[in-house]
């Protein structure tokens, strides 16, 4: 997935281009041709088979995911934080130590709310069949500013394919269920995981380049004070999270935690892919705006 005078490689390149290409311009024609009849609308003209899909962020709930029962101080909400708590510690407190992991970076390229933290993603792990499993979380959140791990996404997969997640406490009929999983329907979320699957799973090898209806099943458990929830969607606000700086890391970087924003300048060449996210977007106008 790196420059190399491979065949293969430049095969990757043209595709890449082209079925980013379809979908940015997909996306600009349904805005230019949305005449007010609304997101709906505009959804369906960007991709007719996906007719809950819309061009700005957006989320649903898995089907029989629910938050009622949710609670921060409910036992199992506690022992869950607790332990992604101890496993980050312990495992993947910073950037340095997901790289060694084997985690792979993502960079949200199509948001338009807070980019102060990133995505780290375990093919490991997504390729396995735990689910919920606060040793081996699917996704790691860091904090950009300190480089610090400060929660994790679990992706509900097995073997790479999403599949229905488990509920964190409650059944189905029960007043307390929580099951705080949701979907991107938006497209910076299907872009994020369409590439993902592109540069780190290498679908296009098997010529699978198709652009997703939405992820599959998603849910966050942040370890920092969150003035939401622990199983908010979006990042704690940037003040709240206090951070000290990650440790100098071992990996070869001009960048400084704590000074420097953790992004792909500052990772090592081996961890870039060819085309970033950003590349792949931003030269069809997919930006919404940033």
Avoid at 185 to 199: D, H, V
Wanted: glycine letters at 8%; hydrophobic letters at 35%; proline letters at 9%.
């Amino acid at each position: 997935m790196y420059d190399s005078g491979d065949d293969s490689i430049v095969s990757r390149r043209a595709l890449l281009r082209a079925s980013a290409g379809t979908a940015a311009l997909g996306a600009v024609d349904s805005v230019r041709a949305d005449d007010g009849a609304g997101r709906g609308e505009t959804a369906r003209r960007f991709d007719g088979d996906c007719p809950d899909a819309t061009i700005e962020p957006g989320m649903t709930h898995c089907e029989g995911a629910s938050m009622d029962g949710c609670a921060d101080d409910h036992p199992a909400t506690v022992e869950l934080q607790s332990a992604v708590a101890d496993a980050l510690e312990r495992r993947y407190p910073d950037a340095d130590a997901l790289i060694d992991a084997g985690f792979k970076p993502y960079f949200d390229t199509l948001e338009t709310g807070d980019d102060s933290w990133s995505h780290w993603l375990s093919p490991e792990y997504i390729g396995d069949d735990a689910v919920l499993d606060p040793e081996r979380p699917e996704s790691v959140l860091v904090d950009n500013d300190s480089w610090r791990s400060i929660g994790v996404m679990f992706i509900a997969t097995d073997g790479g394919e999403p599949v229905e997640p488990p509920a964190v406490y409650g059944t189905d009929e029960s007043e307390e269920l929580c099951s705080p999983w949701h979907a991107h329907t938006g497209l910076p979320g299907r872009f994020a995981w369409w590439y993902y699957r592109q540069a780190y799973e290498r679908d296009f090898e098997e010529g699978d380049l198709e652009f997703p209806c939405r992820t599959p099943c998603m849910l966050h458990v942040w370890t920092v004070d969150h003035p939401a929830s622990i199983y908010a969607h979006d990042a704690p606000p940037t003040d709240a999270r206090d951070l000290p700086p990650a440790d100098d890391p071992a990996f070869e970087t001009d960048g400084v935690p704590g000074e420097d924003e953790l992004d792909w300048d500052v990772l090592p060449d081996e961890l870039v892919p060819e085309r970033t996210s950003e590349s792949i977007a931003r030269p069809f106008g997919l930006d919404l705006g940033r």
